[in-house]
């Protein structure tokens, strides 16, 4: 008996504090906005930002699930962002154009900068993947959006990187 109450009592702090846990899991999962000294964009939901990432990005961003069977080990899609000054517009939408299959190509205009949007297929291993760039011609540097999804699971998430690239505007 002497046992039961602070058992009962520990049994509760850890149902308190696993859900807590969840639910703060399932926030950082949620749509979000983000905003850094470069540019500003909607953080689709069902992906998690990389707060400590690879400082060669300006932002990172990861999907909730993984692939299936030979991609088990891989997430369904990422999302990397790179501020490119070393380089020209030319010079990147030639590297990213020469990198794969290209499967489609596109020039416009985005409040006065030039940009390509360049889809394309890669094999790697057991499975493949689209990968999708988007380059921005800011006035002083380069900004190059890349998504990376799993060929199988490209359609669940083509509505979500759209909403992202329009969300997208690019400090000047």
């Known amino acids: 008996m002497e046992l039961l109450i602070p058992g009962l009592i520990l049994v509760a702090l850890m149902v308190y504090a696993s859900t807590r846990i969840k639910k703060a899991t ?3 999962f949620e749509r979000e906005e983000i905003d850094t000294t470069d540019f500003t964009l909607v953080k ?28 088990s080990e891989k997430r369904q ?18 590297e990213v154009t020469s990198s794969g299959k290209l499967v489609d190509d596109k020039t416009f205009q985005i409040d006065e900068m030039h940009a390509r949007s360049v889809e394309i297929e890669l094999d790697v291993g057991d499975s493949g993947t689209v990968n999708r ?13 890349r998504t990376i999804v799993l060929k199988e699971h490209n359609d669940n998430y083509r ?11 690019v400090k000047k």
């Open 133 to 145: 760039f988007l380059i921005i011609e800011a006035p002083a540097w380069i900004l190059e959006i």
């Open 159 to 169: 509505r979500r990187i759209d909403e992202l690239e329009e969300s997208l505007a």
């Open 26 to 28: 399932a926030k950082a």
């Open 44 to 71: 689709p939901e069902g992906f998690l930002h990389l707060l400590n990432g690879d400082p060669a990005f300006a932002f990172q961003a990861y999907s909730k699930e993984f692939g299936i069977n030979g991609s």
């Open 77 to 94: 899609a990422t999302i990397d962002i790179r501020k490119v000054t070393d380089r020209g517009f030319h010079q990147v939408c030639e």
